[in-house]
C-alpha cells in the first residue's frame, strides 16, 4: 500500500557530510509526522529526528546542531542533512512516516528499507 524508499546513504570520513532522502509513494491520503531513525550493531533502534506537516522539529541532544530534518510534502518526500558527521553515527538509517490511506482511515506508521551509514575515523 505505502512504500518508503530511501537513498543517500554510504561511507564518509569523520568530518564529513551526506544527505539522506525518503520518498513515499502508494495509497497515501495524508502524513502526518516523518522522521529517521537509526540502529547501530547491538543498540536498540534510536530516533534520530522527527518533522511534523506543519514543519516542528525535534531531534536526538546527540545530533542537535549537527543534523537538520526538511520535507517537501508536495513530495512526500524527507530529508536528513548529516554534516560534522562522527564514527559514532554510523548505523543504519530508516525513514518512518505515520500515513493515513484514506479519508476517515487512522494513521499507521510505516518504515524504509534502512541505508548504511558509515564514518571511518
Known amino acids: 500500500q505505502v512504500q518508503l524508499v530511501e537513498s543517500g546513504g554510504g561511507l564518509v570520513q569523520a568530518g564529513g557530510s551526506l544527505r539522506l532522502s525518503c520518498a513515499a509513494s502508494?495509497?497515501?491520503?495524508?502524513?502526518?509526522?516523518m522522521g529517521w531513525y537509526r540502529q547501530a550493531p547491538g543498540k536498540q533502534r534510536e530516533l534520530v529526528a522527527a518533522?511534523?506537516?506543519?514543519?516542528?522539529?525535534n531531534y536526538a541532544d546527540s545530533v542537535k546542531g549537527r543534523f537538520t530534518i526538511s520535507r517537501d510534502n508536495a513530495k512526500n518526500t524527507v530529508y536528513l542533512q548529516m554534516n560534522s558527521l562522527k564514527p559514532e553515527d554510523t548505523a543504519v538509517y530508516y525513514c518512518?512516516?505515520?500515513?493515513?490511506?484514506?479519508?476517515?482511515?487512522?494513521?499507521?506508521?510505516?518504515w524504509g528499507q534502512g541505508t548504511q551509514v558509515t564514518v571511518s575515523s
Open positions: 518512518n512516516a505515520d500515513v493515513a490511506t484514506g479519508w476517515g482511515s487512522a494513521h499507521v506508521d510505516y
Open positions: 502508494g495509497s497515501i491520503f495524508s502524513i502526518n509526522a
Open positions: 518533522i511534523t506537516s506543519g514543519g516542528s522539529t
